[in-house]
């Protein structure tokens, strides 16, 4: 069982210090380990930089899906990356894909995800169009997508239906 405790630097360096007596080296270091990396978490903008990527990523990832092309420097192009600080859905989709991609999309690239508010944030910006949320982790392989039960519940009767009927759609 896991569970969270707060500590300030002192009572940290007073742990670590404390700790290198003890017999049991490789949990020792484990621990020490953990401390350490409390004293010095990632900067703001190595945060705000992964956060681009992730957002990047699903841009070029959409892109490829509708066989378009993906330039977040050309106002034409219909799908681009949220600027860091701005408020709304993270990746901008408009145009004929907005119709065929109607999904608001909410990135995180976190280790530790607070559900319950990125899916108020998310659904705040959605604006009542369907949404996503994209979420990386670095145990996770690849990127992991969330998403409302009615909306994928109804993109799964629309595969079947089409799947029944022969289209050649999917």
Same mark, same amino acid.
């Given at each position: ?8 630097r002192?009572? !940290?360096?007073?742990?670590t210090? $404390?700790?290198? @007596?003890?017999? /049991?080296?490789?949990e020792? %270091?484990?621990?020490?380990k ?5 004293l ?5 903008s ?5 956060g681009? +990527? ?5 841009? &070029?990832?959409?892109a490829?899906? /509708? +066989?378009? %092309? #993906?330039?977040?420097?050309?106002d034409d192009c219909? !799908? $681009?990356?949220? &600027?860091?600080g701005?408020?709304g859905?993270d990746?901008?989709?408009? @145009?004929e894909?907005?119709q065929? /991609?109607? /999904?608001a999309?909410?990135? =995180?690239?976190?280790e ?7 899916? =108020?944030?998310?659904? =705040?910006?959605?604006? @009542?169009k $369907? ?14 997508v969330?998403m409302?039960?009615?909306?994928f #519940? ?7 239906f089409?799947?029944?009927? +022969?289209d050649? @759609? #999917?």
């Open positions: 069982m896991s569970h969270n405790i707060t500590l300030n002192k009572e !940290i360096e007073f742990i210090t $404390h700790l290198m @007596g003890e017999q /049991f080296p490789t020792r %270091e484990k621990i020490v953990k401390l350490e990396k409390c010095n978490p990632i900067k703001i190595s945060r705000k930089q992964k681009r +990527n992730l957002q990047k990523w699903v841009c &070029e990832q959409i490829k899906l /509708f +066989n378009i %092309e #993906y330039d977040q420097q050309d219909p !799908i $681009h990356s949220r &600027e860091m701005q408020s859905v990746v901008i989709i408009w @145009g894909l907005q065929r /991609f109607p /999904f999309i909410e990135c =995180k690239s976190s530790q995800l607070n559900l319950p508010q990125t899916i =108020k944030q998310v659904k =705040k910006n959605a604006k @009542g $369907h949404w996503i949320i994209v979420h990386k982790k670095k145990a996770f392989k690849k990127p992991v969330i409302d039960w009615d909306c #519940y109804k993109l799964c009767v629309d595969f079947l089409r799947w029944m009927h +022969n050649k @759609g #999917y």
